[in-house]
């Protein structure tokens, strides 16, 4: 089955830049089945969708952060990527890559759907 | 956005009582395309990911035992853990993949009483 896991560095300095990469294995990404998906979960914060990645390129982000964030895929590793900019503290936390099932209701336009699988999340911490 | 608010935020059941959550949403998640609706419940333990348990709020994920259970439409929603096990204790979210963004409930923390 399909399983997912993170990469990247553990301590950031605060206004750098953040980059994850979430590597793909037990199947294709672009089979067109999944949303490539960012999520983390900040301390006293619960969990946030940050937003998500097609293998075509498409992609949509939460407007919370869609001014700093942006995304790619590299299906050729089989694997897409998360850039957060001007970190600052608030920014530490989990960060999880997971696959957001799609599905369709009129053709051929796909639907998010639920998340999963899972990677086993990245702590990052902002921090000089 | 859908705002999404359980209830309680933690549960205390003795072991092989039933467990019930709630989880309700600030609109209809409903989707009216497929007659389902659009709502997933997630366990997580600590130190771990979270892991699919329900979607589309009935349908068990594989793999997944059968005490664990959901129901509901439109913005109620409910698990139910039928026989509580040592290993269910952990935080229960529920999220809605209406509309993005898909946002997530604070989560209910489970313990044996």
């Known amino acids: 089955q399909v399983q997912l896991r993170e990469s990247g560095p553990g301590l950031v300095k605060p206004s750098q830049t953040l980059s994850l990469t979430c590597t793909v294995s037990?199947?294709?990404?672009?089979?067109?089945?999944?949303?490539w998906s960012w999520i983390r979960q900040r301390p006293g914060k619960g969990l946030e969708w940050i937003g998500y990645i097609h293998y075509s390129g498409s992609a949509d982000y939460n407007q919370s952060l869609k001014s700093r964030v942006s995304m790619s895929v590299d299906t050729s590793k089989n694997q897409f990527s998360l850039q957060v900019n001007s970190l600052t503290a608030a920014d530490t936390g989990i960060y999880y890559c997971?696959?957001?099932?799609?599905?369709?209701?009129?053709?051929?336009?796909?639907?998010?759907?639920?998340?999963?699988?899972w990677g086993q999340g990245a702590l990052v911490t902002v921090s000089s | 956005d859908i705002v999404m608010t359980q209830s309680p935020d933690s549960l205390a059941v003795s072991l092989g009582e039933r467990a019930t959550l709630s989880c309700k949403s600030s609109?209809?998640?409903?989707?009216?395309?497929?007659?389902?609706?659009?709502l997933a419940w997630f366990q997580q333990k600590p130190g771990q990911a979270p892991r699919l348990l329900i979607y589309w709020a009935s349908t068990r994920e594989s793999g997944v035992p059968d005490r664990f259970s959901g129901r509901g439409s439109g913005t109620d929603f409910t698990l139910t853990i039928s026989s509580l096990q040592a290993e269910d204790v952990a935080v229960y979210y529920c999220q809605q993949y209406y509309t993005s963004p898909y946002t997530f409930g604070q989560g209910t923390k489970v313990e044996i009483k």
């Open positions: 037990g199947g294709s990404m672009s089979t067109g089945g999944y949303y």
């Open positions: 609109q209809s998640v409903f989707y009216s395309s497929t007659n389902k609706n659009s």
């Open positions: 997971a696959g957001a099932r799609t599905f369709v209701t009129v053709a051929p336009i796909r639907k998010h759907g639920w998340f999963g699988p």
